[in-house]
């Protein structure tokens, strides 16, 4: 109101504009929560890391949640191909040591003559990056970062992969490269 007693146009347009941009706020919010995100869960799932790293599990243990370790939690410190190839190495000869001292590799693939150092750099023939995540475990491994990627379990995960297309973690559970790759990248948190 004006101090002759009139009804101040501005004010009511400001009152309009408030109430129309609380509705469309809480129109937002209603559609949100009706949403699939809201209602799958996702959002309860979202969880924050350790400071010093992710929880570490075995490969079953992943699948089971580990629901049954009653004693503090293994850290898994474990770093990233990219990590590796811009730092030193707990192994020696980082730039000559081939994929294939480590891992069983036939003489015709071409994983046979790359070197670690070389496979941490994305390849046309590295479908999904194993071989590049494989070597990031591997020295995760070595560096005392990851210990429940062993280096027989990394051998193991490589040749079933390579022998069947699958990697089996558990009776009846089967995962392709992609799934082992994304297994492997959980235990990367120490970066």
């Not at 509705?23 to 995100?37: D, K, Y």
Request: aromatic share 12%.
């Amino acid at each position: 109101m004006t101090p002759n007693g009139q009804q101040n146009e501005n004010s009511d347009e400001k009152k309009v504009s408030s109430l129309s941009e609380k509705g469309l706020e809480n129109a937002a919010r209603r559609r949100f929560a009706r949403s699939g995100i809201a209602a799958s869960g996702i959002i309860a799932s979202l969880t924050s890391k350790p400071v010093l790293g992710v929880v570490c599990k075995s490969p079953s243990g992943f699948l089971s949640g580990n629901l049954s370790n009653h004693h503090k939690p293994t850290i898994c410190k474990g770093r990233s191909p990219g990590y590796w190839k811009n730092h030193g190495w707990p192994i020696p000869n980082r730039k000559t040591v081939k994929f294939s001292s480590v891992f069983t590799v036939p003489p015709s693939s071409p994983y046979y003559t790359i070197t670690m150092y070389n496979l941490l750099e994305e390849q046309e023939f590295d479908k999904y990056n194993l071989g590049m995540h494989l070597v990031a475990a591997y020295l995760n491994f070595k560096a005392g970062w990851s210990p429940f990627l062993t280096e027989s379990r990394l051998q193991s995960m490589w040749t079933e992969l390579r022998m069947n297309g699958y990697f089996t973690p558990t009776a009846g559970v089967k995962w392709n490269a992609e799934q082992v790759v994304a297994y492997i990248q959980q235990t990367f948190g120490g970066e």
